[in-house]
């Protein structure tokens, strides 16, 4: 059984920051490309940050230079460190894990944890 369970959730000011972290479990880690998503409220679901198998690393625009992404693949966990939040990075994150066997995906996704940026 797949699980992904995100922690580190909070209500912070802006300006501050918070780190999440992802538990997987039921997979073999280290050959997923694994990712943050986050939907805020109205909003669709957007990527926030990738990091693939080989450490290569893609963020969104919006968190370019605040966020950083990186994964610990002797214990199964993928981080998100979140510097200098805005309100606008209010929404619940979530955790995802992809990999594509002959061009067929195989997807997971966690259950969210929820960040609310207010004063």
């Known amino acids: 059984q797949v699980q992904l369970v995100e922690s580190g959730g909070d209500l912070v000011q802006p300006g501050g920051s918070l780190r999440l972290s992802c538990a997987a479990s039921?997979?073999?880690?280290?050959?997923?490309?694994m990712g943050w998503y986050r939907q805020g409220p109205g909003k669709q679901r957007e990527l926030v940050a990738q990091?693939?198998?080989?450490?290569?690393?893609n963020y969104a625009d919006s968190v370019k230079g605040r966020f950083t992404i990186s994964r610990d693949n002797a214990k199964n966990r993928v981080y998100l460190q979140m510097n200098s939040l805005k309100a606008e990075d209010t929404a619940v994150y979530y955790c995802?894990?992809?990999?594509?066997?002959?061009?067929?995906?195989?997807?997971?996704w966690g259950q969210g944890t929820q960040v609310t940026v207010s004063s």
């Open positions: 039921g997979i073999i880690f280290s050959i997923y490309n």
């Open positions: 995802h894990a992809t990999r594509s066997v002959r061009g067929v995906p195989f997807d997971f």
């Open positions: 990091i693939t198998t080989g450490g290569n690393i």
